[in-house]
């Protein structure tokens, strides 16, 4: 990243792109973490107040819905075990129980978003275990039986997915997250009341609260030494730990602030051939791809690593013409070319409109390896149907994704993805569209 002191614009925008993901992880920290624990008792005194409950485990108890609409493309396939740990205070235990071969992952982010760590069927097992996580200063002992996983950053954001059969695996799948416990090292509560020092819903475009934001973040969480000297770059732009940033320092800010953030908006052109386009493709870390940082932080933040779960989109057809749900289309993987994964795969429809699943009247949101309704051809092909009315032979109907009756695009989300997909030599079919009779 170039950052040269003789340009003022060019180190602002630079000093933005960098930290970006820390203001994004720090709103999101705010919208999610809850003011209330398990106990009803309120972190803080009124609606006002910032204080919030860190290393607090929280569960998502259905499978996502349309009715559901707190974030943008959601799964339907996962209930979600989050927790946003703080380590300032001495590490953190996680305990997990035996998951008897159901895949699930607690994957780790450090708060500069990189996905630096895993616990989870690919990573550690299904067997039950407990884990330590610990901050960058610490230098304490591991008790025995304990694995250490040591953290980039004393500010972790832990996403877990654990893998739901259909509504009837519920309860089980509800067990499981009950029995995933985070402690102390001495075995006491790991709760405390902690301030984010956010409100849940503040709009990014202020430069002055940006840097407010940002400056704090990085007194928390330094970067690591090898981007120090970077970081520390910045001050002259009025970005580093504890600055408060000049009227002129703020004026440029407040321009390199609005051109990022009209870029990362840009559409992602298709690099995956066929109208689908990877837009996360990071592994435990984005080293220097500051920009592809900032870009899924701001769009697609708490995205894992690709050796976990790989996210391939389409909302074009093969030939380029944006997808719309009053036609009709087929994506037909050939015999032998299904997607290669070593957990499972689901396609999942989203309006284009909103980011949101599709209410449709069979309550379908997505089909994937272990969909009951998908019918293989005879050679061992399959073929999936996307439309907003119904294929007109009911014999296609277990194979069809409702769509809205408009604009739309497909997630294939590929969890513990196979070489094929990692090294991209495999072949995404095109979607295309069906011709309507004459």
């Known amino acids: 990243m170039p950052h040269p002191q003789s340009n003022p614009q060019q180190l602002a925008r630079d000093a933005v792109i960098y930290t970006l993901p820390l203001y994004e992880m720090a709103r999101m920290r705010a919208a999610t973490c809850p003011r209330r624990d398990r106990a009803g008792q309120f972190a803080g005194d009124g609606a006002e107040s910032t204080l919030r409950w860190v290393n607090h485990l929280i569960h998502t108890r259905e499978l996502l819905g349309p009715q559901h609409r707190q974030v943008v493309t959601p799964n339907n396939d996962t209930l979600y075990t989050n927790a946003w740990l703080d380590l300032t205070r001495g590490p953190v235990v996680i ?5 008897a071969g159901r895949y ?3 994957g780790l982010l450090d708060f500069y978003t990189n996905p630096f760590g895993y616990i989870g069927s690919r990573t550690t097992g299904t067997g039950a275990g407990q884990f330590l996580l610990h901050g960058p200063d610490w230098q304490g002992q591991v008790p025995a039986g304990m694995h250490a996983v040591p953290c980039p950053t004393n500010a972790v ?6 893998l739901v059969d259909g509504e009837a695996d519920l309860p089980v799948v509800h067990a499981l997250q009950d029995a995933i416990s985070l ?15 956010m409100q849940p819903r503040e709009h990014l475009g202020d430069a002055r609260r940006f840097a407010e934001v940002v400056n704090r973040m990085l007194a928390d969480n330094p970067p690591p030494p090898a981007e120090a000297a970077l970081a520390q770059s910045f001050a002259a732009a009025g970005i580093g730990a504890g600055l408060i940033p000049s009227a002129a320092q703020l004026d440029v800010l407040h321009g390199a602030l609005a051109d990022v953030l009209r870029d990362l908006a840009e559409p992602q052109a298709s690099d995956m051939g066929g109208g689908w386009a990877m837009s996360v493709d990071v592994r435990e870390s984005y080293g220097t791809n500051y920009l592809q940082r900032a870009l899924v932080a701001r769009n697609y933040i708490g995205a894992l690593g690709v050796q976990e779960a790989m996210y391939v989109m389409a909302d074009r057809a093969g030939e380029g013409a944006p997808l719309d749900g009053r036609h009709a289309y087929r994506l037909h993987f050939a015999p032998g070319n299904l997607p290669e994964v070593g957990a499972f795969w689901s396609l999942t429809m989203y309006d284009k409109g909103d980011c949101m699943l599709v209410p449709n009247a069979i309550d379908r949101y997505s089909l ?5 309704s998908l019918q293989r051809a005879a050679d061992g092909g399959l073929t999936i149907h996307f439309s907003a009315q119904p294929p007109a032979d009911p014999a296609l ?3 069809w994704l409702p769509a809205p009756a408009g604009p739309f695009y497909v997630a294939l989300r590929l969890y513990v993805p196979q070489p094929a997909h990692l090294d991209r030599s495999y072949r995404y079919p095109a979607i295309e569209r069906v011709k309507e009779p004459a």
Request: hydrophobic share 45%; no cysteine.
């Open 95 to 99: 305990d997990v129980p035996d998951f």
């Open 104 to 106: 699930y992952v607690l």
């Open 157 to 162: 954001w832990m996403i877990g997915r654990l």
């Open 183 to 197: 402690k102390r090292l001495d075995g006491a509560q790991a709760a405390f009341a902690f301030d984010v020092g």
């Open 368 to 372: 994937g390896d272990r969909s009951p």
């Open 397 to 399: 109907h277990g194979n």
